[in-house]
């Protein structure tokens, strides 16, 4: 006998509802037997209640059904909080969290099925609601799991709130991971999962590194759909017409790469574990999106900036050691302040086709190869170096900002590696910018990358704080000297070493626009 729509409703709802109070239950009894601690048994629940939002589409055909759960919960959610007005019904499994954090876990689904729920079992609009939500579930509640037991070294505050370097990436790569195979499961061709799984991921490690308090269960959600329904409209509402701008070749050719560099710079020490997972999702990014020529620029940065950074490593050791990171393996966050301004550009160049994004990207990589190999080159130099802003004035040698004939040359060469090394992997690409004035745009990239790097040491020299030991009378970018924490010198407290090669890559990224739009070199 047939069973009637209302009745398969009803039997969804009584299904969805006894999974749920059964993860709660059972949370609840290994946390108050201390089976598990307050802030897995709160991630345990994250995850495992999270994920009923799949099956929605093939349980419920109307919405008013779809949304009973999470309006339920919203209610529930809000009694059994660390912020409950009735102390007794507080839950010991969430009581760690953050105080409402589990009430906007629970109104961020609400608002997404409210927004894009369809009854069709394969219906695009529902890609928005997973794709959205997926990275909190799965991303935020391993990030918090991974940063707890491993994530000590890495460790920083942002509103008050402890985060981690190894957390917040492995929230990036578990959203890649599961948005890319649940997208696909629901007949999104699989490299276009892959490039929304890569950009909801990133999205989501911004904000919940930047969202204080609990606030990243509500913005994680609602701002990657926000981006991914203009996506869908721009699209004319069908995601698959992306496939037709992905290389399926390159990018898998650009996962393989990615993944061995990664695991041999891990064996190699060149980087630490976040660095080596920011490594693998930036080089499927840029190069899988980007194509041959960009790939290239980011591999000959990583590459030549990792074996100069051990050449010569015991002469430099006295110089490198007085800069914020020293000659410690690069983490995840330098890896970023690198990559980060080609990572938005190869995700736009998908949404976006445009030549502009390559001139982007070149002069940003131009700008890394160039900074680092004046630093790990010039700091070999036999003579003192100059002031950057008074190159007739003696520097002592090691001080941030100074300048050194040997860096400059080596600044030269790196930023000339990178245009080079585009033009030469644009060969194998049917059209490229590099096709046309190739010796022209070579040396414009050169150039850009050359003064972004001579900006870097400006800022160094300029609005990057410096800090003096206390006990030697060192001036240093380091937090602690002598085992004694440093005071501050000079320059803006909050502006970093990081931020100084930030900006600085802006700049090069900024002056290889302008040198294309002058010389009429973009079509």
Known sequence: MAINTLTLNILGLVILFIFVFSVLATAEILKRKHLLGGKTSRKLIHILVGNVVIVFPFIFSKLWFALVGPLFFVL????????????????????????????FYAISLTVLVILFFEPEHFSQKNVIIFASFLPLVWGDGISAVVGLKYGKKGEFKIFQDKKSLIGSWSLTISSLVVVTIILTFFKINFFVSLYIGLLVSFISTIIEVVSPKGLDNITIPLVNALVLYLMFKSLNENYNRLEERIS???????????????????????????????????????????????????????????????????????????????????????????????????????????????????????????????TEIGSLSKKNPREAIKPWKEAIKGDPGAVSVLGTLASVLGSGIIAFTGWLASLFEKTSLFHNNSLLLILLITLSGFIGAYFDSIFAETIQRLNRCVICGKITEKTYHCETKTEHFRGIKFIKNDLVNLLSIAVGSICAIIFVFLFGLLY
């Open 248 to 374: 399926k070749t390159i990018i898998l050719v650009a996962l393989c790469l990615s993944f061995v560099i990664a695991v041999t710079s891990i064996l190699v020490k060149a980087l630490t574990w976040d660095g080596a997972l920011a490594g693998f999702f930036f080089g499927i990014a840029i190069f899988g999106l980007g194509g041959w020529s960009w790939g290239a620029m980011y591999f000959a940065f990583f590459l030549i900036g990792s074996l100069t950074t051990f050449f010569k490593k015991k002469e430099k050791r006295e110089v490198i050691n007085e800069f914020e990171k020293g000659s410690t393996a690069r983490d995840s966050l330098q890896a970023s302040v690198n990559s980060i301004i080609p990572v938005i550009a190869a995700l736009l160049n998908i949404l976006f086709p445009s030549n502009l994004f390559t001139v982007i990207t070149a002069g940003a990589l131009a700008t890394s190869l160039s900074d680092t190999l004046s």
């Open 76 to 103: 529930f959610t809000y009694l059994t909080c660390p912020g409950s007005p009735i102390k007794k019904i507080r839950l010991k499994s969430v009581e760690e969290g953050h105080t409402y954090g589990t009430v």
